[in-house]
């Protein structure tokens, strides 16, 4: 990760600072200290109480890194040689050789240190025999995710390391660790990520999925190559999207950061939500950090430091919407910095196809729209793309859309 020095007032847009460490995107978190203002291109201001600041081009997250624990280092993650050997012929799940020198997943499968309870979800503790541990396939600035499999069923496992010499930073981890077995031991729904448990280690926390096998819809679209992506699939695709946040909404939720990057593929090819760390309660959006999230996806009153609701969802839903259609990153000829102002202070949105189905069309604009009251309720957003699915089969069933290269893929 780009180590940055403490920003005093500017940073140069006309530098590429996506250009940064892309793991860290995954799914990694602002922290709730730090403090980001965008009101003009020449007054761009950062602070985070003089830790580093990491960005990713393809995730454009923005997240705060005030702790410099590396995990191989982490005095709490380091095997104890005592008894050690006892302890593992305790029957325990099993580690896959490349991982004999990950200390992440040592400390959190090591059968020496007891299992916490989940407080209020000690149903949902998952019993670490039956947890079989393959390879890490992102990594971010406190935790990884790796594949494995948990009573041989295929499962994606996040481990978060707890920092070792940051209490608050610790403190706030284990808060967003306990709101995201709260969120996902709520939410049951087909278009819902299924949680299939948690566990807590004194230095390493552990959350358990399943595991999709397409991938994420970034994943998907990149491998296309802006080729024509099928205008079937796109719909069949964003309503299950639509169909799942309206879900969400109606528990009185907010997602906060919804993006390509966080629409899982199962082997149906139905969409999954997932990466709920940063989902609120909504009565207790006073208040909440607004960078959480991501710029090429984050509602303008967001950016703004201004107060929101669930409607900062359906704003990220139209940006989503418009990836299905096109097959392009949104704003890819910006930076993640340079979108966000341009969204704030000149209105900037993704260009639509000239092609593009007028209902979709709408959908889109009205999502989009910089005045929350504007923009609709999931539930409109799910009978509009129904409209737009009938349409679609009954008229344009061969129809698939086309990007053209040659023109902006941004318009005021």
């Known amino acids: 990760m780009l180590e940055a020095p403490k920003f005093t007032g500017i940073i140069d847009l006309n530098k590429n600072h996506d250009n940064f460490d892309l793991s860290q995107g995954f ?5 709730e200290g730090s403090n980001m203002s965008i009101d003009s291109f020449s007054s761009l201001q950062m602070s985070n109480g003089g830790g580093s600041v990491a960005m990713s081009v393809d995730n454009s997250s923005v997240g705060s890194n005030d702790s410099h624990t590396r995990i191989l280092n982490h005095q709490g993650l380091k095997r104890v040689n005592n008894n050690y050997s006892v302890c593992q012929s305790v029957n325990r799940g099993n580690v896959s ?7 992440l997943a040592q400390a959190l499968m090591n059968p020496c240190v007891p299992t916490e309870g989940l407080e209020n979800f000690d149903n949902w503790t998952i019993d670490l025999r039956k947890l079989n541990m393959g390879p890490a396939f992102a990594q971010g600035a406190f935790g990884k995710l790796y594949r494995g499999t948990y ?13 070792e010499n940051d209490v608050e930073r610790a403190h706030l981890m284990e808060q967003q660790f306990q709101q995201e077995v709260m969120m996902l031991a709520t939410l049951k729904h087909p278009n819902i990520v299924r949680f299939i448990g ?3 280690k004194p230095m390493v926390w552990c959350i358990v ?7 994420s819809v970034r994943q998907f679209l990149a491998k296309r190559q802006n080729r024509s992506v099928p205008l079937k699939l796109a719909v069949k695709q964003a309503l299950d999207v639509a169909r799942g946040m309206e879900y969400v909404h109606g528990l009185n939720l907010i997602h906060r950061d919804l993006k390509s990057d966080n629409l899982l593929i199962s082997a149906d090819k139905s969409i999954k939500i997932a990466d709920f760390g940063v989902a609120r309660i909504e009565v207790q959006t006073e208040g909440m950090t607004p960078e959480t999230g991501t710029y090429r996806w984050m509602a303008p009153e967001m950016i703004q430091h201004r107060p929101y609701t669930q409607k900062v969802d359906v704003y990220s839903f139209g940006i989503v919407l418009w990836e299905l259609i096109t097959g392009l990153l949104p704003f890819q000829n910006m930076t993640a910095v340079q979108a966000a102002f341009a969204v704030v202070n000149k209105g900037v949105r993704p260009n639509i196809p000239s092609d593009c189905l007028p209902v979709l069309s ?4 009205r999502c989009w729209d910089a005045n929350p009251d504007v923009r609709p309720h999931f539930t409109e957003v799910v009978r509009m793309l129904e409209n737009a699915e009938s349409e679609i089969m009954t008229t344009v069933r061969k129809a698939r859309f086309r990007c053209c290269m040659s023109q902006p893929v941004t318009t005021d």
Do not use: F
């Not at 050789?97 to 200390?103: E, I, T």
């Not at 709408?362 to 604009?365: G, H």
């Open 27 to 31: 799914y990694h978190k602002l922290g």
């Open 97 to 103: 050789h490349g991982l004999s020198d990950d200390a």
């Open 151 to 163: 009573n041989s069923e295929d499962v994606a496992i996040k481990l978060l390391e707890r920092p």
């Open 362 to 365: 709408e959908i889109m604009t």
């Open 209 to 215: 999925t399943e595991y999709a096998k397409g991938g």
């Open 198 to 200: 948690a566990c807590r």
